[in-house]
């Protein structure tokens, strides 16, 4: 089956600097990949998603790019703020099956004011 | 749309004791999931439905863990005997068969087995 590994684990940046976060995945028949945020206490909120047909996909201070022939895709928010501080995951799914989701292990992010 | 519907949002309980989750999906979805979140193991999938058949249970921890959905809006997670290392935070998400789709999470029940 599917394995989704995430890194870091674990992020800390300062406020205005950028934030990188990547995913490998093993199933190349995967075709599609949201990132999930998950705040503290709360549960987690789809912020933005790609499908395999394109390279790479923007809205206002996030960015997800995919490699399909490397099997990675990556999460970049610029111009971090407190509230971006949470933990981030990325996931893969593949039309067949039945959206499941593969979820990688999250990266807690941190952005000290 | 009210988005994904769980109760309790809250459960405390005693070792032994049958604890029943409950989910409404959004209106229209037709695939239904549950999850189960802890710090030490992180998000796990439990069980998946689609069209109210489970497609996939191998999650599910062991016998003590049982999952229905009698008809597209409701579905239920039960633990029948309760321990306390089930104490986690229980998610139940929804999304659209038919074409990829994201998830949508309810907000999580939490769990606390005394």
């Known amino acids: 089956g599917e394995n989704v590994e995430q890194h870091p684990s674990t992020l800390s940046v300062q406020e205005g600097d950028s934030a990188v976060i990547k995913c490998t995945y093993s199933?190349?028949?995967?075709?599609?990949f949201p990132w999930y945020k998950q705040e503290l206490g709360k549960r987690p909120q789809l912020i933005i998603d790609?499908?395999?047909?394109?390279g790479e996909k923007k809205d206002q201070r996030i960015a997800v790019t995919l490699n399909k022939t490397a099997k990675h895709f990556s999460l970049h928010i610029t111009e971090t703020q407190p509230e971006d501080s949470a933990v981030y995951f990325c996931a893969a799914s593949k039309n067949n099956a039945g959206n499941m989701l593969t979820f990688g292990g999250g990266t807690r992010l941190m952005v000290k004011p | 749309d009210a988005g994904v519907i769980q109760s309790p949002r809250h459960e405390v309980t005693e070792m032994g004791q049958e604890v029943t989750l409950r989910c409404k999906p959004i209106s229209g979805h037709n695939s239904l999931f549950w999850y189960r979140q802890t710090m030490m193991r992180g998000l796990e999938l439990l069980i998946y439905?689609?069209?109210?058949?489970?497609?996939?249970d191998s999650g599910m921890p062991e016998d003590r863990f049982s999952a229905k959905m009698p008809n597209a809006s409701f579905s239920t997670l039960k633990i029948q005997p309760s321990e306390p290392r089930d104490s986690a935070v229980y998610f139940c998400?929804?999304?659209?068969?038919?074409?990829?789709?994201?998830?949508?999470f309810g907000p999580g029940t939490r769990l606390t087995v005394l």
């Open positions: 790609i499908r395999s047909n394109v």
């Open positions: 998400a929804s999304s659209n068969l038919g074409q990829i789709d994201t998830q949508y």
């Open positions: 199933d190349s028949a995967s075709n599609y």
């Open positions: 439905f689609n069209n109210n058949v489970p497609i996939d």
